[in-house]
């Protein structure tokens, strides 16, 4: 197999950490998913991580809660699961640093755009947490803002579904999937596989985004060789 992108953003969702836990992070399923990611490393690919936080907390979701705070300790749990997904990397004997976008020098180094990008031509793999460091922006559009700062090839989003569908598969038996989609499809027809600000962003700098199910995470190596495992944006 050969690479069709050498540098990548992989957008991990929280719960994609937790496993059949439901919550929380279960660690042999964070190794599930490091070790194809080792294995994209070791054909050459430069690798970043953005890491989600739902499995712990989801600012949207706070009820009365103050947004700004809420979204605070949204993104305090992106720091937990990027910490996680380090550990792993590590333990598969991959050189790794995490870098978070609100300062915390104790636990991680700040993010710094161009020692990000020396880390990922040095072949660590950089893990970056907390987001955009802003309120009311998803970690969605953090990827998107670190893709374009690192001048990725590509956005993987790995989600719980295999692909882009007209309406949710889990209610409609009889939604379509689509193979490909350009981003004013995604916006006009407002489909949910993305932040709307993520969207458009990435139509602006013109950044592919493809979509696809981590619950086999070799689709992973898949991706990244351009194998048909899900929906391509662009």
């Known amino acids: ?46 690798v970043a991580i953005v890491v989600g936080g739902g499995n712990f907390w989801r600012g949207r979701n706070s009820g009365s809660m103050d947004r700004t705070r809420a979204d605070h300790m949204g993104m305090l ?21 995490v870098q978070t976008a609100i300062a915390m020098q104790e636990v991680a180094e700040p993010y710094i755009r161009n020692r990000a990008v020396r880390h990922l031509e040095k072949g660590r793999v950089v893990v970056f947490g907390c987001g955009t460091g802003n309120p009311f922006f998803s970690t969605d559009t953090g990827a998107a ?71 086999n995470p070799k689709n992973i190596i898949k991706a990244v060789c351009g194998e048909n495992v899900g929906t391509l944006v662009k």
Not at 19 to 46: N, Q, R, S, W
Not at 77 to 97: F, K, M, P, S
Not at 190 to 197: A, E, F, G, R, S
Not at 198 to 207: G, Q
């Open 77 to 97: 749990a992106t720091v937990i699961n990027a910490l996680g997904v380090a550990d792993g990397l590590e333990q598969l004997g991959l050189d790794v640093r």
């Open 1 to 46: 197999m050969e690479l069709k992108y050498k540098r990548v953003l992989l957008k991990l969702s929280g719960e994609s950490l937790a496993g059949k836990i439901g919550h929380g992070i279960d660690f042999d399923t964070v190794l599930d998913i490091c070790k194809p990611i080792k294995e994209i490393v070791d054909m050459g690919a430069e």
């Open 145 to 215: 803002l670190r893709a374009a700062e690192i001048d990725a090839d590509v956005i993987l989003k790995a989600t719980m579904v295999d692909g882009v569908y007209d309406s949710d598969p889990k209610k409609n038996p009889n939604a379509v999937k689509f193979d490909e989609l350009s981003y004013m499809d995604v916006l006009n027809k407002n489909l949910q596989v993305m932040d709307m600000t993520a969207a458009s962003f990435c139509n602006d700098r013109h950044i592919p985004f493809y979509v696809f199910s981590i619950e």
